[in-house]
Each structure stands twice: as structure tokens, then as C-alpha cells.
């Protein structure tokens, strides 16, 4: 009877060390998907940043190309040092230098690295829209303020559990966060800076179209391609079945706004200007995007493509108004990113169930103050070193003027819509 107890003791012992050390394993094999998702999917959203350098270099004329592309690669590099160095820090509260982290046990290594990602996308989004007219070391400390302190102050408010997590606000992947802060960054930049040379004479507004369409199209496309990293990303978590769903139903979710946003806008610039834009269209896909970034896990199927759609509305007639207003913004950065921004935010209040009120709140919150601490930053560099070119550098072109370089052997500065109406 004693051995038969101690058999079954031993036993039971056994399994329970077995079941115990299954579960350990288990925890860790999650842990580990987890972590490796993440990071695959901030490499997801690197592929982003090519994206907006193609569909930048695009909009603007050959003559600025490498300047363009000159600060997709900074805005990366400064945005790799210095969310590392303060940002974080300013986001999430721990300290300088990810004060606290340990190689082994630090969760948020791959978090930092996601995030980082996301305060580059922000700087970025300026970057086309100041395009052609700024200094390129005015714009270097304007990129480092913005992914060192302004974007991690602004992003602590809700993802770091600040105020207006507190008070419910709910933005999944970034519709304010990221892309309303970025725009509202732009259209301070750009009122700070004012027009380029030629875009509006006698009240008109001078057609000055991109160099090369089809890059900016191969751009857009990889947009559309790192969307879903930045929003299925979100998520944060990959390794159980209800992760996995809610990540395939973010990618449907994304994807059918991108869609409806391009048709909308392809449609209503067909109808507008009796042919179909491509530029608008482009812009339009980049809507649906930021429409449904805010929301993609909670607002599905026939609401996803109507918030899309919308948003393929609001930002033609955004960028339409913009001109009207002599707001030059070559890209329609402003658009894109911040006046639909905004919309897709209050979105989740309408057709997923956030609170509207708050949503309005704090989305109103995020360009305020985006816009509020970019034009004064601009202002500052403007007394201290200057931010825009000369006019005969502006002419010329920045590729040239900037970084003594061509990214054509032919550029286009003696067809220069400026130097052709200088007789006028």
C-alpha cells in the first residue's frame, strides 16, 4: 500500500514538474513569436520610409530629388539615435538611454524599435510638404526636436497612458498619434516657410507638377505594402489564436479602406476635372489608410470602406481648399495625413464605439499642438539660422544648391515654371 502511494506520489510529481515545465516552455515559445513578430513588422513599416522618398521625389521637380531623398535618409538616421537617446524616455516614462533595460528581460526592446519607426513616419510626413524651399540644416534640427521631443511628448498623451488615455481616448494605430501630429507639424511648416517661388501669381495658382509620376505610384505602393505592418502591428501581441484573427481582420479592414479611398478620390477627381487625377488618386489610397488607422480592429467590412471612402473625399477637396488658400503644400501632406488624420479619429466615435466627444477631444488636442509647437519651432530657426533657401538656390534647385549633386543628368531648372513667368 506505502509503495503503491509512493509510486503514485512519484507520479503525480512527475507529471506536474512535466506539465509545469510545458508551460514555462509554451510561455517562452509565445514570448518569442511575439517579440520576432513585432520586429518583422517594424521592418514592415521601414519599408514605409522608401515609400514617402519615391512618392516625394515624385511630386516635386527632378531638380530636388536627391534632396528629398537626402532627408528620408536623416529624418531615419536622427530618429534612430534620438527616440533612443530621449524620446522613449518622454513616451513611456522610464530614463535616458532606455535607463533600466536589460537585454534579457526588457520587453520593450522590440517595442522601442516599433515605436522608433512610427517617430520617423512622423518627421517624414513633413518632409514633402516643405519641399523645394528649405534650408537642409534648418530642416536636420527639425527633425531632431520633432522625434526627440515633440512627437514622444504629443504620443505620451495616449499610448503612454497620459490624459487622454485616461479619459478613453482610443486610437489603435496612430489616425492622430502619428499621422495627425505629423500633418499639422507640415502645415505649420509650411505657413512658417510660405510658398514656393511661382506657385501663386496674380492670385492664381501655377501648375508646378511632379517630374516623374510613376516613382511617386511605386511609392504609394510600398505605403500600401508597410500600412500593414504599421496597423497589424498594433496589435502588439501574436501568438493566440484571437491574435491572430484580430490581425487578419485589421489586414481586411486596412485594405478595403485603402481601396475605397482610392476609388473615391479617383472618382471625384474624374468628376472635378473631367479626367481622372492620378496624383489625387494616390493621395486617395494614402487617405483611406490614415482613415481607417485609428480603427482597423474596430471598424469592419462595409464601414471600413465607407470610412475609407470618405476619407478619399475629404483629403481632394482638403488639398483643393489648401490652394485656395495659397497654403503650399506640393505632396498634400497636410491633407493626407492631417485633415484626414482627424477624421479617421473621429470615425472610431461614429462606427466603433469610442466615445465621440472624447475622440473629437483629443484629435483636436493632437493638431493644435502639433501645429502650435512646429510653427514656433520653425519661428525660432527662422531668427537663429534662417529656414528657407535663396531664391536663386530655389530656382537652381536644393539637389544642386544643397548637396552639389544631380539625380538626373538633365534637371529641370531651365524649364522652371519661375524663370518662364520671371517676364511677366
Known sequence: MRLTKVLRTLAFGSLSALALAQGESIADLAYALDTIALLMCAVLV??????????????????????????????????????WAIGFSIMYGSGLFLSGYEADLFPGAADFFFQMVFAATAATIVSGAIGGRMKFGAYLVFALVMTAFIYPFLGSWHWGEGWLYRLGFYDFAGSSVVHAVGGFAALGGIMALGPRLGRYVNG????????????????????????????????????????????????????????????????????IFKKPDFSMTLNGVIAGLVSITAGPDVINGIWAVLVGA????????????????????????????????????????????????????????????????????????????????????????LDVAEHGAEAYRNHDSLNDPVLVGAGD
Open 310 to 397: 470618405i476619407g478619399g473625399v475629404v483629403v481632394t477637396y482638403s488639398i483643393l481648399l489648401l490652394d485656395r488658400l495659397k497654403l503650399d503644400d506640393p505632396v498634400g501632406a497636410v491633407s493626407a495625413h492631417g485633415t484626414v488624420g482627424v477624421w479617421g479619429t473621429v470615425a472610431v466615435g461614429i462606427f466603433g464605439g469610442a466615445n465621440l466627444g472624447v475622440q473629437l477631444l483629443g484629435t483636436l488636442a493632437y493638431a493644435g499642438a502639433a501645429f502650435g509647437l512646429t510653427f514656433v519651432l520653425f519661428l525660432a530657426l527662422k531668427a537663429v539660422m534662417g529656414i528657407r533657401v535663396h531664391a536663386q538656390e530655389e530656382v537652381t534647385g
Open 46 to 83: 521601414i519599408h514605409m520610409k522608401p515609400g514617402f522618398a519615391l512618392l516625394e521625389a515624385g511630386l516635386h521637380g527632378s531638380k530636388n530629388a536627391v534632396n528629398i531623398f537626402m532627408k528620408n535618409y536623416a529624418t531615419f538616421a536622427i530618429a534612430g539615435l534620438a527616440f
Open 204 to 271: 492664381k495658382v501655377m501648375a508646378m507638377p511632379g517630374h516623374n509620376l510613376p516613382l511617386a505610384g511605386v511609392g504609394v505602393f510600398l505605403l500600401w505594402i508597410g500600412w500593414f505592418g504599421f496597423n497589424g502591428g498594433s496589435q502588439l501581441a501574436f501568438s493566440t489564436v484571437e491574435d491572430a484573427q484580430a490581425i487578419a481582420t485589421v489586414f481586411l479592414n486596412t485594405n478595403l479602406a485603402a481601396a475605397a479611398g482610392a476609388f473615391a478620390a479617383l472618382a471625384l477627381s474624374w468628376a
